[in-house]
Structure formats: structure tokens, C-alpha cells
């Protein structure tokens, strides 16, 4: 170390005394290297804040914090390492405090040594944690600093839940009064304005919009300003119509408007006046403050989000038409070549031919007297021009260069068919087999030198709904996966590749099973995690299967399932439901 390198700087010993009567803070030091937990107390040990000082736990690996977390549901700050048993061991930590405990208070920073593994912007975009530092910046001041708004956060977002506990059972004490009122006042809706500033507070808190109606009359009683600035609509304008001309889905919307029934959360699309149309999480619900009659609406605009998956999304598209481009070219060049050679061919041949015809035709116009010496001499001229074989290889110089330009025609519409910018918004009835076709003579350069693909398709039994070019980006990488298993396998297999179909009651499945190397069982449940790969760093994202299982899962409504036999085969099952 230099000897301006501050990452181990040691407090003043100072005579004021820490108020030990308050609870410590409770710090748990994640890292499977004890020289780190051992540089940090040292660091912090004379740190408090607030009269309060710290305590310790150390975990050194992922399963480890996980124990311990289970625990002591009172850790308020994490110094969290990514590479421990394995490279992504950190981040897995981080989906399993923030998904499977559903801890959202705990603060974590995530500190790493090897920043490539856990590259930073993608880490912060993708996982719930709250700092991101390499160990090398990391200074004994810059720790304390992080330490000190960790703690801040963490304390306010404890006063805040329980803000929310005591606001919840204010409100609940105050629905009470509000329904023994609304019985009273029958159809007086003045405690709608009343309670205005509230609604206000909690939507533009949450960025929420809400529409109330009469469910009797269809009339609307109330929107809050989310909804006006989003439909560009006055609450004068809006409490002069009703639900059923105010509010439209989209009708490949997966969310149906029903003023009966609650529903859940759903992704739909909502439709403004001017037909722009908004993507929203979205729900109905009832009995609105205690009164039967009150239903409405309740929507989060989450525009942003769908524009950041259609980004991801062209960014692997971009990558696999890259990926695929020189075999493209290879399989373009090929045809090509030999119908520009058989053309050379035809026209060399045809001079021949004309040569041929019209010395001949001078022979013929020659005296009668001398025709046996002049069919002798055409005899010569057509054994000279090699008239026979001419006639023969002509006709197949023909066929050869019609199929060379069938061939080139079916890979440019194939081409221009996945790389056509179609609304990524709209649903159309789809082809399923058109389509796996077009994914299969995109691959073909991939597979066709080590692999065979079968294809046993059935007719779906119902309509299918859909996006043709995200499902084709789909099946895209699910063959180059099987191709990359089949040729990583050592024994140098010949690769075959299934692909079949069944019907189910409500969708239609399509199977796709290679004979390559599997897929490990410890891993298996990790191969959609966004950017988890088993390759070599440079040679894959991490992205691919991911993006897969969120076409189908969110975009269609369908499954993805897999099984295995490590080193023996795998098989993806992709079910898409069909439309009503």
C-alpha cells in the first residue's frame, strides 16, 4: 500500500464517553475474506452515530447471511461482497433479501473487488441495492460516509413504516365514521371533497392515478390529478361523463373492463382521447370508502418501464442478428456463387450454340449436289461445338440458378421478416410454424455443420395471440443455446435437435430437446436470472434467457418450462395460451 492510501485511518482517542444505554446498530459484514471483516472493525469501531455505536455480524457466504438474516430481522446496514462461493453469490443474496425475505428496509452497499464480474451500471439498474463501491476507492472516510447515509435511510424508512402502520389504523377508524355517515347522507358525496387533499397526497406520493364512479349510474364522482394530467381532462370535463366513454382498453389489453367484479393487478392498456394508448397496472375495485355503490379504477402508468424492456430487447436483437450475420453472408454466398458460375456458363455456351446455328444455316443454303459433304461438315461442327452436352448441362445450369435464387429469397424475407420494426405494443394472430421456420433459416449457419433439426409440427387447436418478432427473437436463442450445449459436449456428437408440438386444453406447447450437455441441476433454477451464464467472460450476456422467459411469462401470458439429464439432453417446453 502507498503511503497516501487512507483505507485504514484510525479515529483520535477522545476523552467524551459513548452513552452506551442505546441500542448499537446492528452491521452484518458479508465476505469470504476474514482480512476484510477484520479491516472494517477496525475501522469502524470507534464510530457512532446518534449515541449510538455499532455491532457486528459476519457472515462468509451467501447461505450464511441468509441464516443470519433470518435470525436478526433488525440488521440495518449490509457491506455486501459479490464474488464468495461463486461469481454472482452476492447478487443472488440481494434477490433473496429483497424477493423470498421481502426485507425492503435493509440498507445494503454492495462492495466488490473484481467490478468486472458485476459490472455497475447493470447492477444498479437490475438489482435493489442502495450504494455500489470497488474496495480499491473504498477509503476509511468514504466507508464512515456511506455507513452514516445507510443509517439515515434505514432509520427513516423504519419511521416511515411506522407512520404507515398508525395512518392505516387512522384510516381505518376513519372509514368506520365515513360508512355510518354515508348512510346517513344516502348519495351525499361531500366527504369525496373533503378527503381530496389526502387522495392527493397519497397518488402523487405513489404516482397512482384513481377514478370513482356510481356503479348504478356509470357516472364519475371523482378523479385525482394523476388522471388529469395523464388524459389531459379537467374534473369539470370528467364529472360530466361516464366510466364506459371516459375509460377504454386496448382490445388486445389482457385486462377486461368489468364493473361486477374486483380484480387483481393486471397489465392492460388504456386508451387516451387523442388514441395514444398508455401501458398500466391496473385494478377494480368496490365498496369504495364503505359504499356499495362507489367501484372505480386505481392505475400505475408504467410507460418508462415498458420503454427500458423494449430497449433491452432491440439490444439482444441487435446482438443476435451481429452474431448472425457472417453465417448469413456465408449462406447468401454460396448460391450466389454458382449461379454467377452458371451463368458465366450459359453464356459462353449459348455463343457456341449461335456459332453452331449459324454456320450450319451458311452449309444448308450450299448446293444440293454437295449435301452429303455438307452434313459431314455439320456433323464435324456440332462435334466440335459439343452440341449434346450443351443441350444437357444448359437445362440444368438453369434449375441450379432458379434454386440458388429461391434459396437466397427464402433467407432475405426470413431476414426482413425478424428484423421488421413492428409495433412492439399491438398483438396479431400468428403463424407458429412460419415462424419457427423463419428462427431455423436464420440459425442455419449455427446448426448445420454439427446438427440436425426435426420438425414435427400440429395444427394449434385454437387461435394464437401474439408478437411474430419477439417470439422469433425467442426460438432464435433457444436453438443457439441447444447448438452451443451439442458442440461444447466432448465427444464431438452429432447434434440432433426436436422440435414438436402438442395441444393442451388451454394452450398450445412447443417442445425443443437437444442430445447436448444439459443443464446442471445447481444451476437450473438460476439460468433466467438476468445476466447468470456459464461461459467464458466475452462470449455471452446473460441476457438471452432471460429476455426469453420475459416474452413469454409477461408479454404472452404463457409458460417456459425446462428438464434436464446432465450430459445427456435438455428440453425447453414453451406453452402459449390461446386467444379467446
Not at 360530466?240 to 367484479?261: A, C, M, P, V
Not at 451464464?533 to 466475452?538: L, M, R, S, Y
Request: proline share 3%; net charge negative.
Amino acid at each position: 500500500m502507498s503511503d497516501d492510501d487512507d483505507f485504514i485511518v484510525f479515529e483520535e482517542e477522545s476523552d467524551e464517553k459513548i452513552d452506551t444505554t442505546f441500542v448499537p446498530w446492528i452491521v452484518l459484514l458479508v465476505d469470504d475474506d476474514p482480512q476484510v471483516h477484520t479491516v472494517t472493525e477496525l475501522v469502524l469501531k470507534s464510530f457512532s452515530y446518534k449515541g449510538r455505536t455499532l455491532e457486528f455480524l459476519h457472515a462468509y457466504s451467501g447461505s450464511q447471511a441468509e441464516e443470519i438474516l433470518t435470525q436478526n430481522p433488525d440488521i440495518a446496514v449490509i457491506f455486501l461482497d459479490v464474488v464468495m462461493e461463486h461469481s454472482h453469490a452476492g447478487l443472488d443474496l440481494v434477490n433473496w433479501i429483497r424477493t423470498t425475505a421481502n426485507n425492503q428496509l435493509v440498507r445494503i452497499i454492495l462492495r466488490t473487488g473484481q467490478p468486472g464480474e458485476a459490472p455497475e451500471n447493470s447492477v444498479m439498474i437490475n438489482y435493489d441495492i442502495n450504494d455500489y463501491r470497488e474496495k480499491t476507492e473504498l477509503s476509511a472516510q468514504r466507508l464512515i460516509t456511506s455507513l452514516i447515509a445507510a443509517l439515515r435511510s434505514w432509520e427513516a424508512l423504519n419511521q416511515l413504516d411506522e407512520l404507515n402502520n398508525q395512518l392505516e389504523e387512522k384510516v381505518r377508524l376513519r372509514t368506520q365514521e365515513l360508512q355510518a355517515r354515508t348512510r346517513e347522507l344516502e348519495q351525499n358525496y361531500d366527504f369525496l371533497v373533503k378527503k381530496d387533499k389526502f387522495a392527493k397526497y397519497i397518488s402523487s406520493l405513489f404516482q397512482i392515478g384513481m377514478i370513482v364512479y356510481e356503479k348504478s349510474s356509470s357516472n364519475i364522482v371523482y378523479i385525482n390529478s394523476i388522471v388529469e394530467n395523464i388524459f389531459k381532462i379537467s374534473k369539470t370535463d370528467a364529472y360530466s361523463r361516464t366510466i364506459n366513454d371516459f375509460l377504454h382498453f386496448t382490445s388486445t389489453g389482457r385486462y377486461s373492463q368489468n364493473q361486477e367484479k374486483e380484480s387483481e393487478l393486471e397489465e392492460s392498456f388504456i386508451v387516451l382521447p387523442d388514441h395514444t394508448k398508455v401501458p398500466v397496472i391496473i385494478s377494480h375495485k368496490c365498496d369504495f370508502f364503505g359504499n356499495s355503490d362507489l367501484c372505480g379504477y386505481i392505475f400505475l402508468d408504467i410507460s418508462s418501464q415498458k420503454a427500458l424492456e423494449h430497449l433491452a430487447l432491440n439490444k439482444q436483437k441487435l446482438e443476435a442478428i451481429g452474431q448472425l450475420a457472417s453465417g448469413i453472408a456465408h449462406e447468401l454466398n454460396t448460391p450466389s456463387q454458382y449461379i454467377q458460375d452458371n451463368l458465366e456458363f450459359l453464356k459462353s455456351s449459348f455463343k457456341d450454340l449461335t456459332d453452331y446455328i449459324s454456320q450450319g444455316d451458311t452449309l444448308i443454303s450450299e448446293k444440293k449436289d454437295e449435301l452429303n459433304n455438307i452434313l459431314d461438315r455439320i456433323e464435324a461442327l456440332k462435334n466440335q461445338f459439343d452440341v449434346s452436352y450443351l443441350l444437357s448441362e444448359i437445362p440444368e445450369a438453369l434449375g441450379q440458378s432458379l434454386d440458388g435464387i429461391n434459396k437466397i429469397s427464402t433467407i432475405v424475407k426470413a431476414m426482413k421478416q425478424f428484423a421488421h420494426p413492428e409495433s412492439q405494443m399491438e398483438d396479431r394472430i400468428i403463424d407458429i410454424g412460419r415462424i419457427l421456420d423463419d428462427a431455423i433459416t436464420i440459425t442455419k449457419n449455427e446448426w448445420k455443420y454439427n446438427c440436425t433439426i426435426n420438425q414435427d409440427l400440429s395444427e394449434p387447436a385454437g387461435s394464437l395471440m401474439g408478437a411474430p418478432n419477439e417470439l422469433c427473437q425467442v426460438f432464435i436463442n433457444m436453438i443457439v443455446n441447444s447448438v452451443q450445449s451439442i458442440n461444447s459436449c466432448p465427444d464431438g456428437r452429432k447434434g440432433i435437435i426436436s422440435i414438436q408440438s402438442e395441444n393442451s386444453t388451454n394452450f398450445y406447447i412447443i417442445s425443443i430437446k437437444d442430445n447436448g450437455g444439459g443443464i446442471p441441476s445447481e444451476i437450473i433454477s438460476k439460468i433466467y436470472d438476468p445476466f447468470f451464464t456459464t461461459k467464458p467472460p466475452g462470449d455471452g450476456s446473460g441476457q438471452g434467457l432471460a429476455i426469453a422467459y420475459s416474452i413469454i411469462t409477461s408479454r404472452h401470458k404463457g409458460k417456459v418450462e425446462v428438464k434436464s439429464d446432465p450430459g445427456n439432453w435438455c428440453e425447453f417446453k414453451i406453452s402459449l395460451p390461446f386467444s379467446n
